[in-house]
């Protein structure tokens, strides 16, 4: 008799799930946003960026931003060249980096990368967060709770892409949030919305028929920072092993 | 057992009584409760998703602006500017007509030179770009003066 019982037990225990039951307790959902820089289209305007400050309200004087261009400039003598100003705000206007003026005919490549929060699969910044207030949604973007932020900064320090800033006013880490009030109603983000040139693309890796995804599935693209094993979700298309 | 081991049990046992009360009223009541969520990504305030997706639109696209200026945006369409949205230049819809009732047109020379300053990278997409030397090319005159932006076809100047 108490063999039967110790038998039944560990039995009943187990429960049997659907597939869906299965797909939802993973935290699964029908939609994963990701995004698509082609470097090669972006001639660092910084539209988006003068755009994402606005529309997010991120102080626009102050030297923080949720996205931002930077600049290479790769001379003859193998140096990468390095910048930039604002976030690459007002544009790419001078030729000059970090004041020094470099020789057009030593320019072996030169190219805009824009950057922003790679939206991780294994988000680091969310792992470290103390008190729940760094989360990813079910569609696969990372948010942070203003109401619920104490503001230690372990998230900002342990994003390997310096996606994070302290915002000024809130006194809370601050991110790009894929606009989520606007991906959400089936616009675009106002990076994407503002790029002139189709270099920044927003997409639905899970809907086969949206073209971000199937570049993403049928192209060479890339990722920044593979090693850190965080799933990056922003891919690159043309990146340079220079790129960091 | 004896009354010095069981005195700084009670302390504990009230410390942590002490410690599930005031969580009780502090923390949400939809604090970690989404469904399905892991626990190392997923526990948050679930109301939060919808602080978020409750802010405020400001840029509203070319559609917006073409419901009541339809022929300015047919105009521009037609030109190589039309890969530009309005916004960019005029600023961010928002609430208009109401709200701002009029946007603030940027016309300043810093603007154009995003694009079309000549930089040496001929690698880039940005060689492709009309560009001038913003220091030779009139230098302290505005674009606007005579190029026209909504149309910056250089034989109908």
């Given at each position: 008799?108490?063999?039967v019982?110790?038998?039944?037990l560990?039995?009943?225990a187990?429960k049997?799930?659907s597939?869906a039951?299965?797909?939802?307790?993973v935290?699964?959902?029908?939609?994963?946003w990701?995004?698509?820089v082609?470097?090669?289209?972006?001639?660092?305007?910084?539209?988006?960026?003068?755009?994402?400050?606005?529309?997010?309200?991120?102080?626009?004087?102050?030297?923080?931003?949720?996205?931002?261009?930077e600049?290479?400039?790769?001379?003859?003598?193998?140096?990468?060249h390095i910048?930039?100003?604002?976030?690459?705000?007002?544009?790419?206007t001078?030729?000059?980096?970090h004041?020094?003026?470099?020789?057009?005919?030593?320019?072996?490549?030169?190219?805009?990368?824009?950057?922003?929060c790679?939206?991780?699969k294994?988000?680091?910044?969310?792992?470290v967060?103390p008190v729940?207030?760094?989360?990813?949604?079910?569609?696969?973007?990372?948010?942070?709770?203003?109401?619920?932020?104490?503001?230690?900064?372990y998230?900002?320090?342990?994003?390997?892409?310096g996606?994070?800033?302290f915002?000024?006013?809130?006194?809370?880490?601050?991110k790009?949030?894929?606009?989520?009030h606007?991906i959400?109603?089936?616009?675009k983000?106002?990076?994407v919305?503002?790029?002139?040139?189709?270099?920044?693309?927003?997409?639905?890796?899970?809907d086969e028929?949206?073209?971000?995804?199937?570049?993403i599935?049928t192209?060479?693209?890339?990722i920044?920072?593979?090693?850190?094993?965080?799933?990056?979700?922003?891919y690159?298309?043309g990146?340079?092993e220079?790129v960091? | 057992?004896?009354?010095?081991?069981?005195?700084?049990?009670f302390?504990?046992?009230?410390?942590?009584?002490?410690?599930?009360?005031?969580?009780?009223?502090?923390?949400?009541?939809?604090?970690?409760?989404?469904?399905?969520?892991?626990?190392?990504?997923?526990?948050?305030?679930?109301?939060?998703?919808d602080?978020?997706?409750n802010?405020?639109?400001?840029?509203?696209g070319?559609?917006?602006c073409?419901?009541?200026?339809?022929?300015?945006?047919?105009?521009?369409?037609t030109?190589?500017h039309?890969?530009?949205?309005c916004?960019n230049?005029?600023?961010p819809?928002i609430?208009?007509?109401e709200?701002?009732?009029v946007?603030?047109?940027e016309?300043?020379r810093?603007?154009c030179?995003r694009?079309?300053?000549?930089?040496?990278?001929?690698?880039?997409n940005?060689?492709?770009?009309?560009?001038?030397?913003p220091e030779?090319?009139n230098?302290?005159?505005n674009?606007v003066?005579?190029?026209?932006?909504?149309n910056?076809?250089l034989?109908?100047?």
């Amino acid at each position: 008799m108490k063999g039967v019982v110790a038998a039944a037990l560990p039995l009943s225990a187990f429960k049997i799930l659907s597939p869906a039951q299965v797909k939802a307790s993973v935290g699964d959902s029908n939609v994963r946003w990701v995004f698509l820089v082609d470097i090669q289209k972006c001639v660092g305007c910084g539209f988006c960026v003068k755009a994402c400050k606005i529309e997010n309200e991120v102080p626009y004087d102050v030297g923080v931003t949720r996205t931002w261009v930077e600049r290479y400039v790769v001379t003859k003598d193998h140096k990468t060249h390095i910048d930039t100003p604002m976030g690459g705000r007002d544009g790419y206007t001078s030729s000059k980096i970090h004041g020094e003026e470099i020789d057009p005919d030593t320019i072996t490549k030169a190219f805009f990368v824009p950057k922003l929060c790679n939206h991780c699969k294994k988000p680091a910044c969310v792992q470290v967060c103390p008190v729940g207030a760094t989360y990813q949604t079910k569609d696969g973007v990372v948010l942070v709770d203003r109401s619920w932020c104490i503001g230690c900064g372990y998230c900002i320090m342990a994003c390997p892409f310096g996606a994070r800033f302290f915002h000024p006013i809130y006194k809370v880490a601050e991110k790009c949030t894929f606009c989520y009030h606007r991906i959400t109603k089936g616009m675009k983000t106002a990076c994407v919305e503002a790029c002139p040139f189709g270099a920044r693309q927003i997409g639905d890796l899970k809907d086969e028929n949206d073209p971000v995804a199937k570049t993403i599935m049928t192209k060479r693209v890339g990722i920044l920072k593979d090693e850190y094993g965080t799933q990056p979700q922003v891919y690159y298309i043309g990146l340079d092993e220079r790129v960091r | 057992m004896k009354n010095h081991v069981f005195r700084p049990l009670f302390v504990v046992i009230a410390g942590v009584a002490l410690l599930l009360l005031v969580r009780h009223f502090i923390v949400p009541s939809d604090f970690g409760v989404e469904e399905g969520g892991s626990f190392t990504f997923n526990y948050h305030r679930l109301s939060s998703n919808d602080d978020w997706k409750n802010f405020k639109v400001k840029y509203r696209g070319k559609e917006y602006c073409q419901e009541c200026h339809e022929e300015k945006v047919e105009e521009i369409l037609t030109s190589p500017h039309s890969v530009i949205q309005c916004e960019n230049c005029h600023g961010p819809a928002i609430d208009h007509p109401e709200d701002p009732e009029v946007l603030s047109i940027e016309t300043s020379r810093l603007l154009c030179r995003r694009c079309h300053a000549f930089l040496p990278y001929p690698q880039s997409n940005r060689a492709d770009m009309p560009a001038i030397n913003p220091e030779e090319h009139n230098p302290n005159e505005n674009c606007v003066e005579c190029h026209n932006p909504h149309n910056p076809d250089l034989e109908n100047m």
